[in-house]
């Protein structure tokens, strides 16, 4: 069974800048959801999506935006970085779109902005 | 806006000693909780899960916590911790609106 793969693991962008990571579900689940992690935070909810569809959304502003493909895989864009955009960003994946549904996680993409 | 605290920021024990890690969520509604553990170097992973039923589950390597509906506490337990659950863990509670909120996390030391 292939867990969750994020790529790519480490990203360098200068402010302003637009970045685009990627996200590889694990086989058979067919949500998936998108966390910020800042240094000594627990995940952020970023958003979530279904059917290629977001499914829900945490407090990011719209320059946060996604995409899920239909073999499940998904994109997170970021428009106009910030520097506080840097941060560990975790994507994981679900068997199911149902909320008791555990998330399956990726070892995340670490973006510093600069 | 629901809020997750987890009071201990960094717990150090002995092998052998008692675990036990406060998680308290602040949402009126029904509730998903969850503790997620990551182990140094890997990805964080399901540990236990409560949505209804039995408020005592069990998880993984012997880890339990308890669902106190009346304290919106969902505190994670461990009789005896082993030097291999040296970790950081997390609480995190999903609303059935499919929104989630982690703690900030609970980094556990445990010396041989």
């Known amino acids: 069974e292939t867990g969750v793969t994020q790529s790519p693991t480490h990203l360098i962008k200068t402010r302003g800048q637009q970045v685009t990571l990627r996200c590889s579900s694990q086989s058979g689940h067919n949500t998936v959801s998108w966390y910020q992690q800042a240094l000594g935070q627990g995940p952020q909810f970023i958003f979530q999506?279904?059917?290629?569809?977001?499914?829900g959304r945490g407090n990011f502003p719209p320059r946060f935006s996604g995409l899920q493909f239909p073999n499940y895989s998904s994109e997170l864009n970021v428009n106009a970085l910030e520097l506080d955009d840097s941060a560990l960003y975790l994507c994981?994946?679900?068997?199911?779109?149902?909320?008791?549904?555990?998330?399956?996680f990726g070892n995340g993409t670490r973006l510093t902005v600069t | 806006a629901q809020s997750v605290s987890q009071h201990n920021h960094h717990v150090i024990l002995s092998e052998a000693a008692s675990l036990e890690l406060g998680c308290n969520y602040s949402?009126?509604?029904?509730?998903?909780l969850f503790w997620y553990v990551q182990y140094p170097g890997q990805h964080l992973q399901l540990l236990l899960k409560y949505f209804s039923g039995d408020p005592l589950v069990k998880g993984i390597k012997g880890f339990e916590a308890e669902f106190i509906k009346s304290k919106f506490s969902f505190n994670l337990r461990k009789p005896s911790v082993q030097w291999s659950d040296t970790a950081e863990y997390f609480c995190a509670v999903v609303t059935n609106a499919g929104k989630s909120t982690f703690g900030d996390g609970t980094t556990l030391t445990v010396k041989p």
């Open positions: 999506y279904y059917r290629e569809e977001e499914n």
């Open positions: 949402y009126g509604g029904t509730v998903n």
């Open positions: 994981a994946s679900s068997l199911r779109q149902e909320p008791n549904s555990p998330l399956h």
